[in-house]
């Protein structure tokens, strides 16, 4: 018999319907039903591409003596983590402050108040390495609940203070300047791998934001060594196993420090900023590798993620059943020098072997390697790879696919809107701009509704419970700006400023400081305000950049203002951290620059329009119209005019315009970049 969670909307949730668990949503009846029964809650937060999430669910929530104690000790609560990243938030900081260390599963134990006071992550079916089971650990949680009710209590409070005096406050730092940037760089020198390239050891993650700073570092003040570290990591990545050498897009992260195994799981947020990076890093070195990654990227987000409204799904898991019938990790991606021959025939087989990298003893598990191009392609032998890469990409459709997390993330549709655009303007591909375009259009239709706030996912056409959050807002807002400077659409701007004016209402604090939650939202045990990037940008430099360009399209002092402000925890966080705070390192160097205006006063998809987008001068924004038609919904367009009848460029920075040009070569060379064609 189905749960509670049978109701709800997350893939998540949906996979553990069946358990028989008696499993609860986050809700306040989940609480109230705690504090009736007189029992702790059991908090587990995962996701739906989860591997080790899968494990313990097989492992234990599927087994019924496990269930039954459950069900009798506790009230259980299962929330995904994507759907409601305050919750993670805020007990994943507990987790970390209380072990060192954190990850999902998660597993937290609560009072009937939400307050946590016992922690941990994945537990086994059994004693394993020092780690006692999770029978063990529900039987000790029960005991010390019945027999040490005040210590439960005393350390809950104490937990839930310890929390609460973590406010963050950087409004006061003022923007980071030239010495927090050079910090900033230095510091990414320090921690880079020469010999690999990226940044730090293994588990080795896809730096794309850091890269991003890299790239607008370099655009802005020459310096070679940002563009090498920006460059030697995105080529090291495009010839390792981290992307899928067939199908295109990004895995998750690599297992080891050469790239080599990743982790097979493809997130959507990977996948948009990576797209971007890749187009953004050929705009400035025209490398084809570059070219050719960011639109195989683009196609793999549209082929395998695009749901039928419009929208991108969230991820593709890393599990699929093999040939033998066996879930396994990797089983759709990795090839043995027999399935080669299988499929190409003896002669081929081996020139793909050598091409790839496929060994006899393999690179991964049983014998099975991950595809990489070890090797740089000889061009005769273009037509040859091609040929094999098509019979390989058409056996492997017959595999078994991994499965696919449906759901709509609003933070994350904002970020692929973004890549899209930008990816199909500058390779001339009006496809991806009409993806782009359709995703938004489900993001107002459904996620905005009519009053303009933003709800977090959607599956299916139908929006989901969870009220945005920070991040939601931010990239969104980025996404709709991307899309206006490439559309020539005014009314993405429009939609942007709302967005924006709600960060400004409800999300910001006192002193320029930002918060996760906006101040209507559900009140958790402390409101959550994480300024560090992850996985993808946090909703405070996400938000920050958002305001920035706004700010620079409109002239809205209150946007610019409150985009410095938010810099501040980046001159805080910059020069000591510059791994964690990536996207707001980029968004700094679009302030130091200006950013520059740039308003095309002629056709839209035009030479100097196009000549614009390519401009590598960081966070320049790009208004291009007609000029009677557009005046009012691009404030840079207002009285523009041509000059002697031809299209012309308008660049401003800081107050200050140049004269405008009706040449190409000439913008291009305003704003650092090719001319356009």
Known sequence: MANRLAQTTSPYLLQHADNPVDWWPWSPAAFEEARRRGVPVLLSVGYASCHWCHVMAHESFEDAAVADYLNAHFVPVKVDREERPDVDAVYMEAVQAATGQGGWPMTVFLTADAEPFYFGTYFPPEPRHGSPSFQQVLEGVVAAWTDRREEVAEVAGRIVRDLAGRSLSHGEEGVPGEPELAQALLGLTREYDGKHAGFGGAPKFPPSMAVEFLLRHHARTGAEGALQMAEDTCVAMARGGIYDQLGGGFARYSVDREWVVPHFEKMLYDNALLCRVYAHLWRVTGSELARRVALETADFMVRELRTAQGGFASALDADSEDAHGRHVEGAFYVWTPAQLREVLGEQDAAFAAEHFGV?????????????????????????????????????????????????????????????????????????????????????????????????????????????????????????????????????????????????????????????????????????????????????WTAAAGALLSYAAHTGSEAHRTAAEGALGVVKALGPKAPRFIGWGLAVAEAWLDGPREVAVAGPVGGELHRTALLGRAPGAVVAAGEVAEAGTEFPLLVDRPLVGGAPTAYVCRHFVCDAPTTDAAELAGKLGGKRGG
Request: glycine share 10%; net charge negative; charged share 30%.
């Open 359 to 539: 060994t006899e003893e393999g690179t991964f598990e049983e014998g099975a390697s991950v595809l990489q191009l070890p090797a740089t392609v000889v061009p005769e032998e273009g037509a040859r790879v091609a040929d094999v890469r098509a019979r390989l990409l058409a056996a492997r459709e017959l595999r078994v696919r991994p499965e696919r997390d449906d759901k709509i993330v609003a933070a994350w549709n904002g970020l692929a809107i973004a890549a899209l655009a930008e990816t199909g303007a500058y390779f001339g591909r009006p496809d991806l701009i009409e993806r782009a375009t359709e995703a938004a259009d489900l993001l107002v239709r459904v996620h905005m509704g009519p009053v303009a706030r933003l709800c977090r996912t959607s599956k299916d056409g139908r929006a989901g419970d969870n009220a945005g959050v920070l991040e939601d807002y931010g990239d969104v807002a980025e996404g709709f700006l991307a899309l206006a400077s490439v559309t020539g659409e005014g009314v993405w701007l429009e939609f942007a400023g709302f967005l924006l004016d709600i960060v400004l209402e409800r999300f910001t604090g006192e002193g320029g400081q930002l918060y996760d939650t906006a101040d209507d939202a559900e009140q958790l045990i402390r409101r959550p305000q994480d300024p560090t990037d992850s996985a993808t940008p946090a909703g």
